[in-house]
């Protein structure tokens, strides 16, 4: 097998793209990836969050130190890796609330918020709504997908 030529390699990339996939084509784009795989796995993946520290569990995991991590991260995506975490626990509290067996607090702890007050404020600064207020309108959606 040859090497894919240049025009080649564009032509792959924008039939990718029309499908949803990219083609990592670099180093940072392929450590990018590896930070979004292990925060999914840490947030989604696995019945509790570790307790260890974030930046440390990424760290270890790819065996660079944070700060490089987190400025390459911040570069290619634009937004810190603290905040892309903190985007994803609030995507797995959603998840938690809608399945409706747990309470906030219970979630708070799974989820190592130190309080339900700070798990509200954050989930309020992301989703501009309260949990309370989030759960309630997926209680009327199920019931109005029940009577249909």
């Known amino acids: 097998m040859e090497p894919l030529t240049e025009e080649q390699l564009v032509k ?7 499908s949803g996939l990219e083609l990592l084509d ?6 990018v990836e590896s930070i979004k795989n292990i925060v999914t796995e840490m947030i989604h993946e696995r019945e509790e969050v570790p307790k260890v520290n974030f930046s ?3 760290s270890e995991k790819l065996g660079f130190h944070y700060t490089y991590l987190s400025n390459v991260f911040t570069e290619v995506k634009g937004i810190t890796i603290q905040h892309y975490i903190i985007i994803n626990k ?3 509290v959603k998840e938690l609330l809608l399945y409706q067996e747990l309470s906030l607090s219970e979630i708070a702890c799974r989820m190592h918020y130190s309080s ?7 989930f309020k600064k992301i989703t501009g709504l309260t949990p309370s207020f989030y759960r309630s309108i997926a209680n009327i959606r199920r019931q109005n997908l029940d009577e249909l």
């Open 12 to 18: 792959l990339n924008v039939n990718l793209k029309k």
């Open 26 to 31: 670099n180093k940072r784009s392929i450590l």
């Open 56 to 58: 440390d569990f990424i």
């Open 90 to 92: 609030i995507e797995r």
């Open 116 to 122: 339900t007050a700070h798990l509200s404020n954050q």
